[in-house]
Structure formats: C-alpha cells, structure tokens
C-alpha cells in the first residue's frame, strides 16, 4: 500500500524507505475490513462485552465500547463527532457519536449528535463535516439514508448556541438539503466536505461520488446554506479511481507552519485534494491549485492523480478528515485505524482514531508534512536517553527504563557507508510499489540485512525476541543513478502480513542522516520519518509483549554502519478518555 513521493527531488536525489516489520508466530487471519454492511446477528451479543483489554490503546482516543466524522473547534472546546454504531462492535446502526476535549489529549462523552429520526435518514447518518457559519454558528452537513435507501445531504444546527458542549442538535424538516439528481449513483453519493465561503457571497461544498470507475468531488453552491444548487462540472475527477469518499479540500500557505482557515483564498497558497478510494481501502491525495472563477481544481502534476499517488499515511489510517483550529492557526489531521484481526466481536470494540496531527505544506511545496499535535507531549512521563551509539552489522540494544508498550520515542540515524547501497533491481516496479518491495525483502530485515539497512526500532518485541514489530529505513541507489533512494517500512509476519512502506523525500547524502519518531500504544505503532515527510499507521496485537513484558531495541541488521546520534524515549501516561 505505499507509494513512491514524486517530486522532482525524489527523481534527483533518491528516497528512504520506511518500513515497519511486524514478527509474530501464530495462525493466519485475515484483516476485518470496514463497509457499508449491517451485521444484525451481531449487534445484540457484541454491545454487552468489552473485551480485548490488552489491545486497548492508552492515550489514542477510542470509544468505551463497540464500532468506532467531522471534527471541529468552537468557542475554546475541540469536537469530534464519529461514526459509532451503539448496539456492537460491527458496521450497522450508525450514529454520529460526540466528544469534547478542550486540549485534544483528554476526551469527554456526549450523548450521540446525529441518529437516525426523520424519513430523510431514518436508515443511517453516515459521514459529514461542520462548517463554521456566519455568527459563530456551527452546520453540520451530513449523508442520510432515506426510505428508498438513497445517499442525500443533510443539514443540522446546534440547538442551543449558549451550551459550551453543543450536546443537542436539529434537523430541521427541509432536509435534504442536497438529493440525488439526474445523472448521479443515489447508491455512490456520500460525505459532504467541509463548505467554503467564496468572495462572491455563495457557499461551496464537494460530495463524493463516482461514474462508472470515475472518482467525483461532485461541487454544489448555495447562498443560505439551505437551497443548494449543483454546478456544472465536479471541482475536480480522475479515472479508474472508483468512489471517492470522505473527500477533504482545503487550502495550505506557501511559508510556515500555520494552518490557513478553509475559506481563505488569495495569493501565497494552494490547495489539497483528500480522497478515500472504496475499491482500495487507501487515501491519496494530490496538491494544486484552485480556479476560483471556474470552480475547478488542478493537480500540479507533481504526484500521480490515479490512486497511486502521495498519502497521507502509507499504512492502516483511511476516512482522514482535516479541520481548521482558530486558536492555535493550525489544520489538524484525524484519520481512522480500523481492526485488523478477527476477533473484534470477542473484544467488544473495533477502531480507534489516530494521534491528531497537525499538517502543513514542505517547503518544497509538492507535498504535506504531519507531526503530532504538541498537546500529546503532556502525556510524556520518565524519560530515558541514549547518545554516540554506534551500531554495526547484527548490532542491537535494548532501551531500558520505561514501560515499552506504551511509549513515545525519537532518534536521530547518522548514515555512512553509501557506497554499498544496494541497486534497486527492475526499478519500474519497484519504485511504483514499495510495498511490495518491502515484502520481498522482509526476510533480509532481521537476517542477512543489506547494503545500508535495514536499521531502525524493534518495538513491541518479546524478550527473547522471537515476536517483534520492526520499523526501519533501508537505503538503495536510484536507478540509473549515483543518488540513493531512502524506503520506510512496516510488514508483518504471522497472523495477517501487511506490509506498509514508503519513500521518503530525503538527500541522504548530503544530510548523512535520518530521524524517526514512533508512537507505540499497545495496539498501534505510528510512525513519522524525516520529521514526518512520510507517516505510517499500524495494527499491532502482540501475544507476549504485553504491558511489562514489552521490549524496545534499537538495531542495525545492513553492512554499512549507522550511528545514534541521539535517542530519547519517554513512558506516556493515561489521559482521561471518554
């Protein structure tokens, strides 16, 4: 499921890939997909049991119990609202579950937003986004499905604007605000993003959509934010991409950090396209600019638009949503990690939501940066370091000191001895689907190793490290080239083998290093390489590495040595959630 980052300095320079290699010895299983499927027999049995408790995170947020849309900031108090089904640990009888948290790190439980009440979503609310209206006002646009099953947009407004929490919202009896016309898939027509305010006072919202194996940001416009009316052409559309959901648009600054509100428009920006493909279970997402006069949005062409393009998190992350936080001037990122064993039902809950990250443009301006929001490093406890290691072939140590099942740790990998990177053999593959090359070299992860790599952190690993989950960098020359390409990687082998990888946009040889920082919660590993160029999310569910008995290593298995420059790992604590 990776992909290679396109830009011009990746075909010049080369790419790290990162990956994560998860070791376990039992039975095979397959993953537990997410879709729109009602398990009715389920639904009954699964809501009285919460199970699993070794596999529950500490500090990502997840609901107490059973299946795990739209975030949003409001007068000091972070929302996230999420598709939750109350009645079991499968898809069926969706509700828009609700949250508070005044910091992002501590969560509090709110009734349900949304259920379903009225004809125009008596069988389901599925995924929306809020919308900040004139006033301070906050819109939910939402899917509901109505009698005759069909996707329509929703609209609902906080009943209450004096109640800090929003705990109560209506929908008034006008909805749908947005059907199905002429022309659209009533079956294929989903998840309204975000809306934009344009300089001529009408309001312009995307629902995702497709015709035939044509992914669609169908575009809609309205003045009141009730009567809508659609355009004449998608905001933008790409073949052979199949339904888009939860399609995210939104501007990002050509300098710095700072998020930029979604109906900023002017100079000294582009834009992001955000798709969720059906037919894959992956995101991509392309950057470049948008016409405002023409409503039309253009790649700038620096990363594939077919699905084979830059993600925002190459591993099991999918319906990401982004919303602006006024308090801070930042976009934060919220993506979902489902289950990827079997026995959700036997644990009583399934997904979690990863860390928030705040996102923003590289300086390069072809590609987005994620790091975790800084609120998360008050959860940090007991702190262990380790400086000047010098790691050759087969070398490893354990970093001891801290509690390794649920940690946050960051090093820095000073990188020598190119000259023995091993050339990428039939390159137009490979380059195309590190995945795959990462599956193909997991055996040389832990064994014979390679010419520079593979090197990293062995995670979540049993003492006598027979069960271990391996996150590394491998270095390779580019094809045709004297340069070097950097590959980060996740695989696992044993019950289900996924094997995550990416390239990281990196001149390896002229920084002479590479940084990693990794959250490990007991079920979940992610990982951001180069300070978060490039993101991979994992499903972790060790046997014996549980709690006290999980180890943390550093190592290096590829002949060239590497060196820490610095590793600093830190015991993270427990916040309050829900």
């Known amino acids: 499921m990776g992909a290679l980052l396109r830009t011009p ?4 320079w080369g790419s790290l890939l990162l990956c994560l290699l998860l070791l376990r010895l039992l039975e095979s299983r397959p ?10 027999e389920y639904q009954a049995s699964a809501a009285e049991r919460v199970g699993g408790v070794q596999y529950r995170t500490g500090y990502h947020f ?5 299946w795990i849309n739209g975030p949003m900031y409001h007068n000091g108090v972070y929302h996230l609202f999420y598709q939750y089904n109350p009645k079991g640990a499968v898809w069926g009888n969706i509700v828009w579950a609700h949250s508070v948290s005044r910091d992002l790190v501590n969560w509090t439980p709110l009734p349900p937003a949304i259920y379903p009440s009225k004809p125009f979503d008596i069988n389901g609310c599925w995924s929306g986004s809020a919308t900040i209206l004139p006033g301070n006002k906050p819109a939910i646009l939402y899917t509901g499905i109505d009698p005759k099953n069909r996707q329509v947009q929703n609209v609902a407004f906080p009943k209450n604007l004096s109640d800090p929490f929003l705990r109560e919202w209506v929908k008034p009896d006008y909805n749908p605000v947005i059907n199905p016309g002429a022309g659209l898939n009533a079956s294929a027509f989903r998840d309204p993003t975000t809306a934009w305010l344009g300089e001529d006072g009408w309001w312009r919202v995307t629902v995702g959509s497709k015709r035939y194996r044509r992914g669609m940001a169908v ?10 009316v ?6 933008h559309s790409a073949a052979g991409t199949g339904m888009w959901e939860c399609p995210d648009f939104f501007p990002v600054s050509l300098r710095g950090k700072n998020g930029l509100d979604t109906s900023e428009a002017g100079a000294g920006m582009k834009h992001v396209l955000k798709v969720s493909l059906d037919l894959t279970r992956y995101e991509y997402y392309t950057v470049g600019r948008y016409h405002y006069k023409v409503d039309r949005y253009v790649p700038d062409g620096t990363s594939p638009d077919d699905g084979t393009g830059l993600r925002y998190d190459y591993g099991n992350f999918y319906a990401s949503k982004t919303f602006f936080d006024p308090a801070k001037g930042r976009r934060i990122l919220w993506g979902w990690s489902n289950e990827s064993d079997s026995v959700t039902g036997q644990k009583g809950w399934a997904g979690i939501q990863t860390i928030p990250r705040a996102l923003w443009l590289d300086g390069s301006g072809k590609q987005l940066v994620q790091w975790p929001v800084k609120e998360v490093e008050k959860l940090r406890g007991k702190r262990v370091e380790a400086h000047g290691v010098a790691l050759g072939k087969g070398d490893h140590f354990e970093i001891k000191g801290i509690t390794a099942s649920q940690a946050d740790v960051e090093v820095t990998f000073e990188v020598s001895g190119l000259e023995k990177a091993e050339a990428l053999e039939r390159a137009s593959r490979w380059v195309k689907d ?8 997991a055996a040389d992860a832990d064994a014979a190793g390679g010419g520079v790599g593979p090197f990293g952190l062995w995670v979540l690993a049993s003492g006598d490290l027979r069960e271990r989950t391996t996150v590394f960098f491998r270095v390779f020359r580019a094809p045709h080239s004297d340069r070097h390409l950097v590959l980060i990687s996740t695989t696992q082998a044993g019950v289900w083998k996924p094997s995550f990888a990416g390239f990281v946009d990196v001149d390896i040889q002229k920084e002479g290093k590479i940084s990693l920082r990794t959250l490990i919660d007991r079920s979940v590993v992610e990982s951001f390489g180069e300070g978060g160029k490039t993101c991979i999310t994992s499903r972790v569910y060790p046997v014996h590495a549980v709690d006290g008995a999980a180890h943390l290593y550093a190592f290096n298995s590829g002949a060239a040595p590497v060196r820490i420059s ?13």
């Open 219 to 228: 575009l809609y416009k309205s003045k009141d934010f009730v009567k809508w």
């Open 230 to 235: 659609k355009a004449k052409h998608p905001l």
């Open 566 to 578: 610095r590793l600093r790992a830190w015991q993270m604590g427990t916040p309050n959630m829900n």
């Open 434 to 441: 590190p995945r795959a090359l990462c599956e193909r070299l």
């Open 31 to 40: 993953p537990a997909e997410a879709s729109h499927t009602t398990y009715s």
């Open 9 to 12: 300095s990746l075909r010049r």
């Open 62 to 66: 997840q609901p107490p119990k059973n």
